[in-house]
């Protein structure tokens, strides 16, 4: 799996960047993920054969297992789970404030509000980019864009193929009801949360079966420090798994909720990689709620990318290429997003419902006349 070796690379990095004395918030909690049938557990089985080989430490635990490494939890429903004890959490915030420090330690320019109006191509490569500032001539361009990247995908010529559309994702933060400080990151793929410490209370959020797109029309000016409103009925499903995970919670008083908007590509795996339609255009972008986790990979691999070096990551999944013109229509992207988000946590292999022929060839004509 692309997204464990790539998180273990992100993982190992916010662990040196902490010993080195930036402050990150890296907190090696540990990751408990919870089982409720047997077919889940079997998925768990293949899990830690896979981080065995990329030397992962990870172990399958019973529910009294999961018990003791985290009383909060509910097991009597439980079959068992997997536990990787060198897992953690640090705090977005400050991961972006210390990047961007060594950056500029490092020579890098960074200019804030300045909006990209277009990206000039000459023989299908890159050439440079106009933007409300002025020109800038450059070999290379990399659309790390966020929500924004489809529509930076568009200020070339010829436009760039990248199918992501936004959905509101929604937690919790309660107060302080006495949460240990070292409590591991749970998550509850059956039920479709995931739960961590948060200054001494909990913060619970997660994956709901069937998701709330958002932007259909366009993303509003300015955005990009908002968030979206409450949406309270909307979240009722996460929010039951949520208090029958840790019962305790029933108890404690939310502090807020979040709605903020992430987005999801067709197949919930991100865009990685240049571009086929533009030389020298990389795209790294669509982290389907897992920015965290995968954004020091993808950098490191993007750069390897440029400069010829060869990576140890197979990137076929991730690949742009892998999608048509056919992917980047908004409403296959719209009803298709609706259930991505669902399966974020369902990790196996499944069937989508929504837009499944969108690309049909003549045979399969044939044979419904049939």
Known sequence: MLSSEMSK??????ASLEQQGHGLGWKQCGSLNVARTKGRMTFFKRQLAWAKVLGIESHLVTPQDIK?????????????????????????TDVTNVFVKLAKEKGVKIVENCKVKKVDTENRK?????????????????NCAGLWARQVGKLSIPRIIVPLHSCEHFYIVTKPCQVP?????????????????WSGGIL???????????????????FEFQQLPDDWDHFQVLLEQILHRIPSLNDAEIRSMLNGPESFTPDAMPIMGESPQIECYFMA?????????????????????????????DCHTVCPSRFMACHNNKKFLYDRAKEIVGNKLIHVQCLYSKCCSITRVVLSQQLQLT
């Open 285 to 313: 972008a669509a982290m389907n709620s897992q920015g965290i986790s995968l954004a020091p990979s993808m950098g490191q691999s993007i750069v390897k990318l440029m400069t010829g070096l060869k990576g140890t990551n």
């Open 204 to 222: 619970g959020g997660g994956f709901e079966p069937v998701a709330k797109p958002a932007f259909f029309d366009g993303i509003p000016d300015k």
């Open 181 to 197: 400080n070292m409590t591991p990151v749970v998550r509850d793929y059956d039920g479709y949360i995931y739960l961590r410490e």
């Open 9 to 14: 690379y992100s993982r190992d990095l916010y």
């Open 126 to 142: 890159v050439k440079a980019v106009e933007t409300d500032l002025g020109r800038i001539e450059c070999q290379y361009f990399v």
């Open 68 to 92: 003791e490494l985290c009383p909060l939890l509910r097991d009597d429903d439980l079959e068992g789970g997997i536990w990787i004890p060198g897992d953690g959490v640090v705090s977005p």
